[in-house]
């Protein structure tokens, strides 16, 4: 057989996919319009620095602000996490270091198509330093900063609201129920153990199995205190609940065993002092 026959179908699809995948990624353009402290000011440790992308793409993505030295990423950062952008527009990037040093470089990235990838939009050179005597956040940041982040508030909002607005899907109800139910087989279950066993229990055996109580008493006072106060301060109360509850019953069950196999040879002895 001919090595030709086989390498040219070969060599045309890579070349398929390359010329596909460079007209992906030049789908989305991006410049970056203004900076925010001005290039060359020394900031602060975990003071951010701000970027606005003005960008155009033909396919959902997003976009990052990232620090670079020396052609690397530098590590100790922390930077924005992206809303999804589409058509044109300008997005708001950021990134602050948290400990001492240099930044040489931005680079904006993008995420986005099928399958997922990351890429280089674009990058501009800088010098920004981040030190413990650096300059501080600015108590009233530029106007473009204040704008871009009143209209990610205004989408994000927006969107929460829709997602508010949309019906339950049938199928979720049962689900939702059911983990309900079960939130609170094991509320009352993480309560009604221990309180047996410290009924029934003498000695120092009551005593461990009111610690478990005590636990689960704080939890769920703290709880109703704390949202009779401010509705939304424990929005996870299910996760707290499944945390410390799976906690109390694991605790009293395993004082259970113990006993048991502490006075096996004597059980009417289980629950005298």
Do not use: C
């Amino acid at each position: 057989m001919n090595p030709l026959l086989v390498l040219r179908p070969i060599a045309l699809l890579t070349l398929m996919m390359l010329v596909t995948a460079g007209n992906a990624l030049a789908d989305t353009r991006a410049d970056v319009g203004e900076i925010s402290p001005a290039d060359g000011t020394e900031l602060a440790v975990g003071t951010s620095l701000y970027v606005r992308v003005d960008y155009e793409t033909d396919q959902p993505v997003t976009l990052w602000a990232r620090p670079f030295l020396n052609g690397k990423p530098v590590q100790r950062a922390m930077s924005n996490a992206s809303e999804t952008y589409s058509g044109s527009g300008r997005a708001l990037g950021w990134f602050a270091l948290t400990q001492a040093g240099a930044v040489d470089e931005i680079r904006i990235l993008a995420g986005g198509g099928a399958p997922y990838r990351e890429w280089q939009v674009t990058s501009v050179p800088v010098q920004f330093n981040w030190s413990a005597g650096g300059r501080t956040a600015d108590a009233s940041p530029p106007e473009w900063v204040s704008q871009l982040q009143s209209e990610s508030a205004a989408r994000s909002a927006a969107r929460a609201k829709h997602r508010a607005n949309e019906p339950v899907p049938v199928t979720d109800i049962p689900l939702f129920n059911g983990f309900m139910l079960l939130m609170l087989a094991l509320l009352i279950g993480s309560i009604a153990l221990p309180v047996r066993s410290v009924w029934r229990w003498r000695g120092g055996w009551r005593i461990a199995a009111a610690v478990p109580l005590i636990l689960m008493a704080f939890v769920v006072l703290r709880i109703v205190s704390d949202t009779t106060r401010d509705p939304t301060s424990h929005n996870l109360w299910p996760l707290e609940i499944l945390m410390f509850g799976g906690v109390a019953i694991v605790v009293t069950v395993a004082l259970t065993v113990v006993r048991r196999f502490l006075n096996v040879k004597n059980p009417d002895a289980l629950y005298r002092e």
